[in-house]
DNA sequence: ACTATTTGGTCAACCACGTTGACTACCCTA
DNA sequence: TAGGGTAGTCAACGTGGTTGACCAAATAGT
């Protein structure tokens, strides 16, 4: 083999596939509950929009992309009926971005499956191992800066 | 909060995060070493193509996508200099896909980067924790049947 | 040996998701 | 009131994926 196998591959790949078998396994069940059309981008999109609403342009700066790019996305979920839009009375160039009920569901719903798979997570690994897992990636964030701090996706 | 602060969004938002993290990195280190046009997909399926070379076909069946979709990567990945296409002599319908030496030149140097970040990561929690985040990893892959069996991916 | 089927590659149309650049409408401040 | 920054949108484009259709070559089954 010319050079993949070294010890370093494994983690990203290690990350991927878990990240990927935790999105895979949400939607289709997501899929089976009544949201077959959302995709794995539009959860992050969802928290990032947040319980409180925000615009196009805020957006894009929560998800690191272009306000153009925001705004497509959000054209996308309101016309999937995820999203609202509305005018800000205070502010006539704004457009307020909301989440509607149905996407209120929809994340309500994905807590829920995303807790289940955590517990059997932890039935193969054990509790502590699942938090272990947890704090150390949680470590290397904040040693290497991550991004986890994104308004709205934990709870803000 | 609505919904999301619950244990279970940690997870896949730390995955996602340190997957990031770690291709991010990667691609800036690859820039600055001559391989600017390299984007985060590529290394997959160079990867994926392996030394042995492959077909469009099975490159899709490898990377689960389409057969198409396959070939449209292929055709980049030829226009950048990384693949090159060979005539089968045994069956003239295959088109064989072989990774040129820029494209090992590419995965070498990725191979190189990775190693140094996992020993940052190392350095921040300590070389048994980062076994041990494998590890643990690795055992969810299995129960889960995780596609980490992918030929060429881990060194076929 | 000759059909019939499977397989490999490609073309076309389309969609999701991102980019930059240009432009309008609006707010704010000097 | 004139200027500058901000919010949104439009257009053109790139990338990475999808289906469906199609042809040529290999293979299977009489």
Redesign the interface.
């Given at each position: 083999?010319?050079?993949?196998?070294?010890?370093?591959?494994?983690?990203?790949?290690?990350?991927?596939?878990?990240?990927r078998?935790?999105?895979d396994d949400?939607h289709a069940e997501l899929a089976r509950q009544g949201h077959p059309e959302l995709r794995p981008a539009h959860g992050f999109v969802l928290?990032a929009v947040g319980?409180d609403g925000t615009t196009a342009s805020e957006l894009g700066q929560r998800l690191g992309v272009s306000k153009q790019a925001a705004g497509k996305t959000v054209d996308r979920l309101v016309a999937l009926g995820y999203l609202e839009r509305a005018d800000d009375l205070a502010d006539a160039r704004r457009k307020l971005v909301r989440v509607t009920e149905r996407g209120?569901d929809g994340?309500?719903r994905?807590?829920v499956?995303?807790?289940?798979?955590?517990d059997?997570?932890a039935a193969?690994?054990g509790p502590e191992?699942?938090a272990?897992?947890?704090d150390?990636?949680?470590?290397?964030?904040s040693?290497?800066f991550?991004?986890?701090d994104v308004p709205g996706?934990?709870?803000g």
């Open positions: 083999m010319a050079t993949p196998d070294r010890p370093g591959f494994a983690l990203p790949l290690l990350l991927l596939a878990g990240f078998t935790l999105i949400l928290q319980v209120l994340l309500r994905s807590a499956v995303f807790d289940e798979l955590r059997r997570w193969t690994l191992r699942v272990a897992l947890e150390d990636l949680r470590t290397v964030a040693a290497n991550f991004r986890l996706w934990f709870g």
